[in-house]
């Protein structure tokens, strides 16, 4: 029933909204909506399943750039963003085990798609999405124990993939695409494996106003108008944090206590700390370098030792020493559009004591969005995952303050 009712709303919503007349190229983004259907399958840990396959079903508004000579949204060859909502029949995946399942799971997320080669009407390029999911079917120790994908109802989610796009009218477009979408608690709860699945399908999108469908066969990327962003260096400090659950401390509480008593028990969420400064100089309206200098503080030190302990014994004993405070030296590279940047880190631990279970090694990743209100102007926001080998540590949400 609610599938059905999802599928109607998409097709409403398809067919309403009255004409609007056509604007020019200079009078800011059009609307759109686009509606679709995707075939997906699970991706990792196969050998989970005897059903691998479902149905996701996808609503979107979507913002169409026009950009003239030397804008953002000409350099980026006139990007789409979007603001969605996908449904997925999750529940129709089926475990091995009896202890194992999934329930239908929607997101809502934010999403970019760029053009990166155009023939005629035809046009191809890549999109990303970025947003939160909700799934009552999650981890229980007892009646869900073989789900350990993800043990909370709220989720993580980010996708990728590629399109090619026809322009069948002034209004209408059809859309093929292929993506590739994952789902995790990102450390709020344990345990977290993460949900990966791949597949593609169809949709249509309808514009609301007119427009001339590009023309050529493909694009040189333009240059940003200087009088767009100012060249030079950037100095910017933060600080924020967020929550992590332990997955030492779960594999410990799981050794020593019986199934029914960790059915009652919650992992705490332990609080995170950050405290950052780099320097950026921003190569040209697109691109930013630097290097970075970090200092974080993870409270659950205590119960990592004790983790380490039960899970390693004596082993644990001979463990370097535990400290709250690590920190660490990086390079920065920001990509930039108008107000908003995603930017990726790689980073190396100069001072970092987290025993024999928490250690990963001496690099850290940091990766996400800042963005740079004009109405906050000199200051930004950030949202970000801190990683190590590229596995999610915690969500960090930083404020920071940036100067010349």
Known sequence: MKRTAFIAVLAALCCAGAPVAAQGPGDGPASAVR?????????????????????????????????EAGSYSA????PVFAIGLTYNTL?????????????????AYGSVSRDLLRYGRFSMGYDLSLGLSYSGGYYHPVTNRSNWFFSSPVLMYVAGGGHITWAVARRFDLIAGIS???????????????????????????????????????????????????????YEIYAGGGVHACAAEWLATSKTVDKETLADTHLRRWPMASLGFDAVYRLSGRFGIGAAADAFYCSNMEALKWADNVIYGEEA?????YAPFSFGLGAVQEVFYKRTAFFLQEGFYLYRKAGIHGYHGRLYERAGLRLYPKALDPFFITVCIKAHKFKADYMDFTVGLRFK
């Open 180 to 234: 590739v979408r994952h789902n995790s608690s990102a450390r709020f709860a344990y345990p977290n494996g993460g949900l990966n699945y791949w597949g593609g399908g169809l949709s249509a999108r309808y514009h609301f106003q007119d427009r001339k469908p590009a023309a050529g066969r493909g694009f040189r990327t333009p240059r940003i108008s200087e009088n767009l962003y100012e060249k030079g260096w950037n």
């Open 75 to 78: 350099a980026y060859n006139r």
């Open 35 to 67: 509606a679709g259907a995707d075939r997906m399958t699970i991706g990792s840990f196969r050998d989970s399943y005897t059903s691998l396959g479902f149905n996701s079903f996808t609503l979107e508004w979507d913002f169409v750039t026009r950009g």
């Open 317 to 321: 004993a001979s463990a370097t020493s």
């Open 91 to 107: 529940g129709d995946v089926v475990f091995r085990s009896k202890n194992g399942r999934y329930s239908d799971m929607v997101a």
